[in-house]
């Protein structure tokens, strides 16, 4: 109801009747109304966002369409020759002749999927159907082959109607799809302002220009999260008179200056403010997590999602690590960055596409390996290609000493093979596969690791004497050194399953693997000394590699204490157990004390086996036995060679003061294996061998990495077992 002019000026109730309303009638007034024209509403934002990138999409259709003027007319002839599965029905783009030019004139994308064999390829056949939806402000829907959604519009394009009716059933989809809101319902009660999600408040412009500008160049260079150029446009709107409230920009903008704030942290000596201010950002990004589950699924909320998780895993809690992951990957295979499907979208972001997808596949891949968790993208169902080998804006390309390293194609690669470990020999159909196989793949694995490693520059190679300067791109390569080493020490623990009942040409194949992966590990550990020249918190981004690199070589002393490099592996076991112990006394009550507790009870049983080993062999020569050391066979079972070379003293027969005098000398021998555990039973061969791992288990650890290798038959001191006959160089 309308109010009169001389009630609405005079701020009273009007009753709106006509030709008087009431009070104007009442005190003799002049009633007249105003029929005032219905003003056309102010075009929302997103309309408006959604409208330039329809005018771009419109663009890049006309640029590609041009060459192709003269093939128009085959259009309907070749369209059956082509995959279904690269279509997409959008609403800016036509499908059929991007597939024409796609076939007629490969690109790098195809290229590199013909090269790149260890990805997984779409067939192409007719049942690989796909359907993907660009709804507005950027949001989109995926439906894969098995959806009921994909099967209709593919039976409108390849229906029996005629060619006015399929051209008019396939605009359908576009011209709903502005009205398609998909996730836009949110109960009100559950529905929150954006001034509501402000913990932290923005810095200056001048100041987050300056922080976004060491983002890109520092963090964003080895992985590159975000496009540039289209954060920095939106990095200028933010401070305008028009700023995006979006939620999935939100959280993006927050994590960037997050984790510039926590890079500047890691440079300066009194970084308190810094990290203030970068965990303020944090919780700015954290406030908005619930309505980016709700409502968006656009590719900045995939990579906001994922800033979080990649700045979690350098925390002491990887609890959010995992969630976020494994949240950002399901958000990107609703948006279809698993598949190639390219059509409809600009081409200066399937680059970004693409590479939103692989940090998403690498953490899904090194999350999965280090707990042993079942991934969340399946092996059998993606087919984007690898990042460019020659990125246009040179992300991803870091140069350390002098040597240009595409970085992030290199960390792409290694997750593959990190997967293909994974499922070829932990899951539980691969651990049911017959001897025969599990070494075939083991082998396989081996030289997937090997071929890895051929691919990086000579000076840069993982190696167990590698050195680096202190630089910021260092932490990178060293964390990707840290998961080559403990992926292929990870090797071990499936060898351990196969090599009692091997057959003797397969035995020998374990064995030359065993002693690879031992190494490996060594290499790891080497590796230590150079963690805390990053910065104050590098460690708890790389805090699992030693402690999984330390479990094969105790394992290995467990099973052979008299082998050549059981002092020296123990030693380093040692230095892991001091590298533990100080990360757990900086940040009390979190998952690093048990894992101090666990390799603690380790460290100490395989320092008892070596013990009990020495004083063993003592004995038998005090007795008068001949002592010998353990040979090697082609069934790897021990045989007498030689007399042994243990530091110890000669004891006559017969002399029992003699023998007390150099058993106590024998002791004081062995006394620097003691460590700093006071009172520890060297001596008493009848005490407990093994761990006592008796706590909880843990939500952040695979615990088939502590448990899976140990020998299932008892420590004798001084026995001979199979797996420990391995001749190491």
Partial sequence: MQACNTCRRKKVKCDGKRPACSPCHAFNLQCAYQDGVDRRSRSSRAYVEELEKRVESLQEQLRSDRPRDRLQHSVEVQQGAYSPSRLSRS???????????????PSKHDELMDQDHSCSTS??????????????????????????????PNTIVSGSGNQTRTEARQRVPRQCATAWQLSNWVPRALQTGLDQCISEPLP?????LQLISEFFTSFNQAIPLFDETSFMRLVERQYSWNPDDSASWWISLNIALAIAYRERAHAASDASGNWNKSLGHVKNALNVVVEIFLRYADLSAVQGLLGLALYFQGTPNPQALFIFAAAAMRLAQSMGLHRNNSSGVPSSEEEQRRR?????????????????????QDSEDFDTSLPAENPHDGKGIITIEGTRINFFRLLVQLSLVQRRVYRHLYTVTARQQPNGKVVQELKLCEEALLEWKSKVPQRLQPHRSFTCDSHYFAQHLLRLHFAYHCCYSNLYQACMFQVNTADASSREELFAIISHTLESARSALALQYQIPLLGSTYKWNVLYFPVAASVPLSLRILAYPGHPHARTDLAMVRETIDFLAAAASEEPGTYADFILSVCSDMEHSARQAIVAEQLSRFQQSVAGEDTSTLGIRADGIGTSTGPADYNMLPVSSGDASMMDMQRTHQISNLSHLSGPDVGLPTLETQSDLMPNWQWSLPPFWNWQDFMTGIPSFPFTPGGQRPEGDIQEN
Avoid: C
């Fill in 204 to 208: 200056s412009k001048k100041e987050t």
């Fill in 91 to 105: 609403d800016a783009v036509s499908s059929q002749p991007s597939h024409l030019d796609t076939r007629e004139h």
């Fill in 356 to 376: 939103t997808y692989w940090i998403a596949f690498q953490l899904d891949a090194d999350i999965s390996i280090r707990v042993g968790r079942p991934p969340i």
């Fill in 123 to 152: 067939s192409g056949g007719a049942n690989d159907q796909a359907y993907l939806i660009n709804v507005q402000d950027g949001r989109m829907r995926y439906f894969g082959a098995s959806s009921a959604f994909s099967a209709l």
